[in-house]
């Protein structure tokens, strides 16, 4: 279908082209934040919001900002973005296409003369991805006023995280606390294949997961491999392979709603792991993703019940399911999502509703105001690899949806 939009495939080819060479040697698309690389990729940044006409700094969270001010001084902001940095060895597109597509917003208002009544600010967040401080959205928690205080004396690689955070620009000290902000929007690669399988052009993302990581543990019997009958063994790993099984069919029976729903064992260890002696210990850790918390409180109800089935089964002790760690769901705005289902038509890009089952900025933006994002078709569903990709002309669609979209934002909020 050719299109007729208001966005331009070249620029937005530019921009995702010349990050994706700002790369460490020999490891394709690895711009990890607080590197010397990522404030390279950041200055070429800057140089391009200012090219766009955007006023630039860098807010105390060490967020990259490019504000475009509107004729109505005091009105507020919309606010789009994401972020620039990858995991290693990642993506181009991964953060890249939707701080490109923000950018291409406030083009594509330059070209048509529009002058919005709100200011508009385009962000680049720093470290959404998992930093080597083993934390993750420094940025948008920051803005957010939600990273904690400990955080900031986290160490890695000889430097502390405060000192990252002023090595990019930013201020660790300072809190900013940001009523101004009236609506934000994201655009991101799907990260799956639900959009590309169904032919659709946009995803207006309803919700963005709730992530649960539980561990468990399961003490055996060291005994000789060889010599101890198969009827005499507490073998942990035997349980524990049951366990695995038991929490990929709950988490398949979970998903086969309406609702998203995941559960993953990300991690498995044995212990003492010799080839002649029965495995005297086993350690999983399930990553569980819910759009829905009632699916998360029924999973973890469930695998406690596996767990005790497991245990009375094998004769194996297995110790309860041990929550790490428990952040919840995340719904995006009702009104922001009803605007983005608008501007899909209104641009003419086929879409459906579809939840988040990765993390994003958008889910501590959320905190503090309006909040919604949109996905858009990755080749194979691929992310966080060298081969994921993204077509130019499904970026450009996005951000003609954004662009529509902050013009309906900037009428009715």
Not at 176 to 201: C, M, S, T, W, Y
Request: charged letters at 25%; a negative charge; hydrophobic letters at 45%.
């Amino acid at each position: 279908m050719t299109r007729n939009l208001p966005t331009q495939e070249a620029r937005i080819a530019e921009d995702i082209t010349s990050l994706a060479e700002i790369t460490d040697p020999d490891r394709p698309f690895t711009r990890r934040a607080f590197t010397p690389i990522f404030l390279k990729g950041r200055e070429w940044l800057r140089r391009r919001f200012e090219a766009a006409g955007l006023e630039t700094r860098i807010d105390a969270s060490g967020n990259l900002i490019g504000t475009r001010p509107g004729k109505s001084p005091g009105r507020g902001t919309i606010m789009l973005g994401s972020h620039s940095d990858t995991v290693p060895d990642g993506g181009r597109f991964d953060g890249i296409a939707g701080v490109s597509a923000a950018l291409e917003v406030a083009r594509a208002l330059r070209d048509q003369k529009v002058e919005l009544e709100h200011d508009l600010e385009i962000v680049d967040f720093l470290a959404e991805e998992v930093s080597i401080f083993g934390v993750s959205c420094v940025g948008s928690r920051g803005m957010a006023g939600v990273r904690p205080t400990e955080w900031l004396e986290r160490e890695a690689e000889g430097l502390a995280l405060r000192d990252g955070i002023r090595e990019v620009g930013g201020h660790p000290g300072v809190t900013e606390i940001r009523n101004d902000i009236k609506a934000f929007l994201e655009l991101h690669i799907e990260q799956g294949p639900v959009l590309e399988d169904g032919g659709l052009d946009v995803g207006v993302v309803t919700a963005i997961a709730g992530i649960t990581r539980i561990e468990v543990v399961v003490d055996g019997r060291a005994d000789h491999a060889g010599t101890t009958p198969m009827g005499s063994r507490q073998d942990a790993l035997t349980a524990a392979a049951r366990l695995v099984l038991g929490i990929e069919m709950l988490g398949t029976e979970l998903a086969g709603g309406d609702f998203h729903f995941a559960a993953t064992v990300g991690e498995f260890s044995i212990e003492p792991g010799a080839a002649n002696v029965v495995p005297s210990r086993a350690r999983l850790l399930i990553d569980a993703r819910a759009e829905r918390r009632e699916d998360m409180e029924t999973f973890v109800a469930e695998l406690a019940a596996l767990v005790e089935g497991v245990s009375a089964e094998t004769g194996v002790a297995i110790e309860p399911p041990l929550t790490i760690s428990d952040n919840l769901p995340t719904p995006c705005d009702p009104f922001v999502l009803d605007t983005l289902d608008a501007a899909a038509v209104a641009v003419g890009a086929r879409h459906r509703r579809m939840a988040s089952g990765a993390g994003h900025d958008t889910a501590w933006m959320a905190r503090v105001t309006k909040a919604a994002m949109i996905f858009i078709p990755c080749l194979g569903g691929r992310s966080h690899t060298p081969e994921e990709y993204a077509e130019t002309a499904d970026v450009a669609l996005g951000a003609a949806v954004l662009l529509e979209a902050v013009k309906r934002l900037d009428r009715e909020l």
